[in-house]
């Protein structure tokens, strides 16, 4: 640039020069020899003007040429990336092992020790909760740690038996058992004993 700019510059300056001895000439020889030998330098200087303007342009679409082909590639990038994340999050979401077909039920014990079925809260020492672990093909076999936590009516965890993080979350829970997870359904019962009178009211289970 710095090149082009210099022989710009010597352009302005000759053309000047050749208008100032066109304006003093009166045919004198020696007038007239340097008025030709500057429309010479004129014209030469012309011509590079115009290899060094038209080599700057080509300069500038090679340099436009190469953003683009990087912005395309950039953008070719990040699209692929945004693709595995997707794809990495649906196989995440589709490797989950949900449960259903929730059971509750509420025990006593008898004088003997065998529990019976009840619907007092006063009488209660035992809650029994049963489900089905879905089938999942695509999820991890191996041993799974199940927790549930049951909230009584005054929101406090009934029989607190320790704490589970997951990730930045945590849960008391009320009971936890370990399974053997094979793709397969699987039936479970979980049995949270409570040496605490339970009362009457809403109780939630997570």
């Known amino acids: ?22 304006a003093k000439t009166t045919f004198n020889a020696k007038l007239q020899d340097e008025l030709i030998v500057l429309k ?22 090679e340099k436009q040429s190469v953003l683009r082909q990087l912005n395309q590639e950039r953008a070719s990038k990040k699209m692929v990336l945004n693709q595995s994340f997707a794809l990495k999050r649906k196989v995440d979401e589709a490797s989950l092992i949900s449960a259903n077909s929730f059971v509750v039920k509420a025990y006593k014990l008898s004088h003997s020790d065998a529990m019976i079925e009840t619907l007092k809260a006063k009488e209660v020492s035992h ?26 009516p005054s929101n406090n965890v009934v029989t607190d038996k320790g704490v589970v993080s997951f990730g930045e979350q945590s849960l008391i829970y009320s009971e936890y058992r370990r399974i053997n997870y094979s793709n397969s359904a699987l039936d479970v019962c979980m049995t949270v ?13 997570n």
Do not use: M, W
Not at 130 to 135: A, M, P
């Open 127 to 152: 809650i029994e909760l049963c489900f089905v672990i879905s089938q999942n093909v695509i999820a991890p076999q191996g041993n799974k740690n199940i927790y549930i936590q049951i909230i009584d």
């Open 1 to 22: 640039k710095s090149q082009l700019d210099s022989t710009l510059y010597k352009v302005r300056v000759t053309r000047h020069a050749i208008k100032t001895l066109e």
């Open 193 to 205: 004993k409570n040496d605490e009178a339970f009362t009457s009211g809403l109780y939630f289970i």
């Open 40 to 61: 010479t330098q004129k014209s030469s200087l012309e011509s590079r003007e115009d290899s060094l303007i038209k080599a700057s342009l080509r300069v500038e679409e």
